[in-house]
């Protein structure tokens, strides 16, 4: 509780193994004969019990903090409004995103958010099958360049 950490899941409905077994050694944990599968997202419990989703465990923004990319971005489009945005660790900084026009690159909306910068850039990638998440693999090699 309070501690974010990778979300497991197990029960009736839960697939225990992959065809030939591909794959179960990166998804699926093993305790006192129970399987559980790791589902790569990050989320914390809070003190009703309530499971808050802080985004995909590889997208982790900070170590420290820990901070993750949901945490940020829904802080900013609280303060910003419904603006086309995302957080992301590049080259070992966390910078918040947000599509030209919408917010300026400020020294101040960054420590706001916890994050190392604010950028801006033409268009946030979307994933192609979705067109509603952001595409975090597209944004890194797009601020890497």
């Given at each position: 509780q309070g501690e974010p950490g990778e979300i497991v899941?197990?029960?009736?409905?839960?697939?225990?193994?992959?065809?030939?077994?591909?794959?179960?050694?990166?998804?699926?944990?093993?305790?006192?004969?129970?399987?559980?599968?790791?589902?790569g997202d990050a989320g914390v419990i809070d003190a009703k019990g309530r499971l808050w989703l802080l985004g995909r465990c590889a997208y982790r923004l900070k170590e420290t903090l820990p901070l993750y990319p949901l945490q940020v971005e829904a802080q900013a489009r609280a303060a910003l409004g419904p603006v086309p945005l995302a957080a992301a660790k590049v080259a070992g900084k966390a910078v918040l995103v947000v599509e030209s026009g919408k917010a300026a690159d400020d020294t101040a909306l960054a420590t706001q958010f916890r994050v190392d910068r604010v950028l801006t850039v033409k268009k946030i990638p979307l994933d192609r099958r979705h067109q509603s998440k952001v595409d975090y693999a597209s944004l890194k090699a797009l601020l890497q360049r």
């Open positions: 899941v197990a029960g009736d409905h839960v697939v225990t193994s992959y065809v030939g077994g591909i794959g179960n050694a990166e998804s699926k944990i093993n305790v006192a004969g129970k399987v559980w599968h790791r589902t």
